[in-house]
């Protein structure tokens, strides 16, 4: 996308117009809208008009009226001309110069593939015979057939770009002197042949992890090697290596990243505290889960005078142990995070970090990073100071023991944790008040044996000693995020001077390159869907703008408390929402109800975190601005690392639910439909949460047809209706632990039995709408 200035366009114009060329020139492959255009250029362009020379009065909202305005006219001119098309009614993308795409695969069970939008638009979808030898998760190129009329867009990979990873787990099946390895997961398609000497002793049955080294042009099968015998199927160690090698986490840190660590000196030197404010005599705390070994952030506080209060919150200073471009930094960015599974945790630092040097243990001297801020009974913030500090933590409180205090009044620190919870309530109140939603997922929880295998289930409860920590936590990301996204700078060549005074040249006004955590607001299709499927249990949800809609779902998450429906219903509505990201370009967080936020506080499990120090530390000292385009793709991987681990954390869980049923084969139990697909229908147990499948093959009472426009099943003949959230009892059939799958037989249900449906039914089968947000995948479009 080309930009040329006419000698008659006006430098407002012109400003917004290379605004505009540079948003779409940096993401060619997303679409936009003229109100995320604007919310991008608000800032930029109120600073803009600031500096031109004889600007007249106005307010802010009227100049952002005007700047919407000029937005909607421009995209309208440019696609007018070609260099934009509009995907959908309102979505600009740029148009595209070839026939050639690239982007991430990824492959289905029957083996299509699709090569996946960056937004919302439709994905390529890719035949079995085309995907030639790319694998789930690769970047690859993919040539575009023509589309033709009411068809989807289809293509076909001739290039393997990058391969997402190059070792797989999977089951050894021995051959004569060669073997295959049969991998896991079910993205993963094509068995990987393994020569005789390559084997490194493995044994049939066993669970390994298996590198690919080839992959010869006309070879149906790449060829690999066994880099790591895991163990036999079944044993709780072999599994949940198997579950961190399959999402790309190493089981362990390399020996040149474990030396590096050991060599970091733990003492604090009289000459480093001289540089930092010393909060060792304030009274500090920390506040953490029963089981926690490191320990990100501690809290301080003291009177300030004038009946205000000073509040420290104190974070591990993790940059001052961990410098750049060292080996444990680029260990610490490839891992991105810390990975929680049932049974453990996969540290982003090394122990001696992690569990030692940075984390705020009680009864020790610590070096933090800290956002202290003074505030009034009201929790309105007066003052807010950032800079490096010394700390002593008095007391490690677990969250039950700071919950008893709370409820009881008495014990350790009883007055500061009281003021604080306070003050926290009132923090939560003008967040909640300002658009704040309040999504409280259910977490499952194990009662694991010495063995490691699961006894029991309890859910994990958020209570008000959580709810302290989280809103100092976030007052802390918002205002680093506020200090530093408030800072711009001026780029380009300025005001021209002399005969044409009013002509700018270049002028350009952005923020400072920073990470953001960004949550953008619901997406319109799913919100309207997700409305309509409330609606049927007698919720109302109101889709008009932002705040009605948040302020809609808080209601429905009060409402649907303790009720049986409350899980499938928050869930459905988290699904209405985007997902949040790390990205340098700052919308806001919808969710929190932020216009500025990011991730400050856990530096010891989150590299973002770590990022964020480093920036912080350098825009206070006035250092000079980083690399925008090199920090986004740090951001990328830190969000695509978040997501893996996340997905790991899921798939541990979901291997010990299917444990967990392993010896109750036969017992019947209540649930509630959490899914419905052209397949089956998912269903939770309300006891445990464990979640498995009724196959719809195996409801012999009725050809059941899907209506993914109401998200349930009709049976052809009865009209029996089982829909999305309907209570049913069902009996466990099956727990195969090899596929982490639980297969249900459905009850009798006399609820269901309902022939009167079938006409309404079959109508509203027939009268389906377009495509919304809750459905299922199309066969052709199977996701995972």
Known sequence: MSKKKRKDENPVEHFILSELYKAFNQHPNRSFNHKQLARHLREPYFDFIDRLPASPEQNREELGEELRNEIIRLLGDLAFKGELIEVERGKFKLKPKHSYLEGIIDITASGAAFLLSENDEDDVFIAPRNVRQALHGDRVKVFLYAKHRNQRIEGEVVEVLERARTEFVGTVQLVGKYAFVVPDSPKMLIDIFIPGHLLSNAEQGQKVMAEIVDWPKNAKNPMGRISRVLGWPGENDAEMHSILAEYGFPLEFPAHVEKESEAIAEEITPQEIRKRRDFRSVPTFTIDPIDAKDFDDALSIRPAG??????????????????????????????????????????????????????????????????????????????????????????????????????????????????????????????????????????????????????????KESKDANKLIEEFMLLANRSVAEFVGKRHRVTGQGMKKGKHQEEVEHLTVEAKPFVYRVHEGPVNERLQSFAAFAGRWGYQIKTGNDREIAHSLNDLMKSVRGKKEQNVLEQLAIRSMSKAVYTTDNVGHYGLAFDYYTHFTSPIRRYPDVLVHRLLERYLASGQDVDVEALEEQCKHCTAMEIKASDAERTSIKYKQVEFLQDKLGQTFDGIISGVTEWGLYVELSENKCEGLVRLRELEDDFYEFDDTNLRVIGSRTGRVYSLGDAVRVTVLKADLQRRQIDFRMERNPEHHTPLMEAEARRSSRERPGRNGFRAPKKAKKRR
């Open 306 to 459: 004038d009946g205000r209060w000073e509040i420290g919150i104190h974070i591990a200073d993790v940059t001052h142990y961990i410098r750049e471009h060292t080996r444990l930094d680029k260990e610490a960015y490839e891992r991105a995070t810390s990975v929680y599974l049932v049974d453990r945790t996969i540290p982003m630092l090394p122990e001696k970090l992690s569990n030692g040097v940075c984390s705020l243990r009680p009864g020790e001297d610590k070096l933090c990073f800290s956002v202290v801020v003074v505030m009034d009974e009201h929790a309105k913030v007066h003052d807010t100071w950032f800079g490096k500090t010394v700390i002593f933590s008095d007391k490690r409180f677990h969250y039950d023991e700071a919950q008893a205090v709370i409820e009881t009044g008495q014990g350790p620190f009883s007055e500061e944790i009281g003021l604080m919870h306070r003050l926290a309530q009132r923090l939560r109140t003008e967040r909640f008040r300002k658009g704040a939603i309040a999504f409280e997922k259910v977490e499952v929880k194990f009662q694991l044996d010495e063995q490691g295998r699961p006894i029991g289930v309890y859910l």
